[in-house]
């Protein structure tokens, strides 16, 4: 069975500091693989999609991901972090290809802490 | 803008109580989903639905059943509320084909005591 983890569980991170998220999945087969993001209180917002193809794919608000398929992982990384990014960040991967995009397996979530 | 509205925002239950969780989406997507989120944990899917009045199992979906009564309402429904059922519950939408969105309400938080 699929799954995903995210090793760390909070992270740290001054404002205008890079940003490194893991993410490791175990998936038979050509995964797709998702990063969202959870503001408080609110519901989950897609930042990017990995689709087989290119394997550092671009998102919004400055964030990018790499795939591994070597390392099974899918790394997210901000140039420069915003206190605006303080958040739940959640990847996830696609269990089913043939059209039901909506059912994921997520990992635990990696809670974003900004600090001046 | 797409839009997944779920009520309530919160709900306080009684064990043992029936506890319904509504989903509305203005969409136009077909498929619709059930996730619970608890502390420390990702989301994990409960129920789904491809179709009006027709609902899927998901990777829990033990004490849980689903409705889906039309194309744009999907409700989760507890026929007796459990102390372990204390969670966020999030809504999903997404139209059928491989590389479309997902897109999520902004979930209901259920305390059941």
């Known amino acids: 069975a699929q799954s995903v983890t995210q090793p760390d569980a909070r992270v740290t991170v001054s404002e205008g500091a890079s940003l490194q998220l893991r993410c490791k999945y175990s998936?038979?087969?050509?995964?797709?693989l998702f990063w969202y993001v959870q503001y408080p209180r609110q519901g989950l917002q897609l930042l990017l999609k990995y689709y087989p193809g290119d394997p550092v794919v671009q998102g919004v608000n400055g964030f990018e991901a790499e795939f591994s398929k070597s390392n099974s992982s899918f790394h997210l990384r901000k140039a420069s972090v915003h206190w605006s990014d303080w958040a739940v960040y959640f990847c996830?991967?696609?269990?089913?290809?043939?059209?039901?995009?909506?059912?994921?397996?997520f990992g635990e979530g990696t809670q974003v802490t900004v600090i001046s | 803008e797409a839009a997944v509205t779920q009520s309530p925002r919160s709900k306080v239950a009684v064990t043992g109580g029936k506890v319904t969780l509504s989903c509305h989406q203005t969409n136009n997507h077909d498929y619709m989903y059930w996730y619970r989120q608890d502390t420390g944990h990702g989301l994990r899917l409960i129920h789904y639905?491809?179709?009006?009045?027709?609902?899927e199992k998901g990777d829990i979906p033990d004490g849980y059943k689903a409705s889906r009564p039309s194309q744009e309402n999907f409700s989760l429904i507890l026929e007796l509320a459990s102390l372990s059922q204390t969670a966020v519950y999030f809504c999903?939408?997404?139209?059928?084909?491989?590389?479309?969105?997902?897109?999520f309400g902004k979930g209901t938080r259920l305390t059941v005591v």
């Open positions: 996830a991967v696609s269990m089913d290809t043939g059209g039901l995009s909506g059912k994921l397996t």
């Open positions: 639905s491809y179709v009006a009045d027709s609902t």
């Open positions: 999903a939408s997404s139209d059928r084909g491989e590389n479309t969105e997902v897109f």
């Open positions: 998936y038979f087969g050509t995964p797709y």
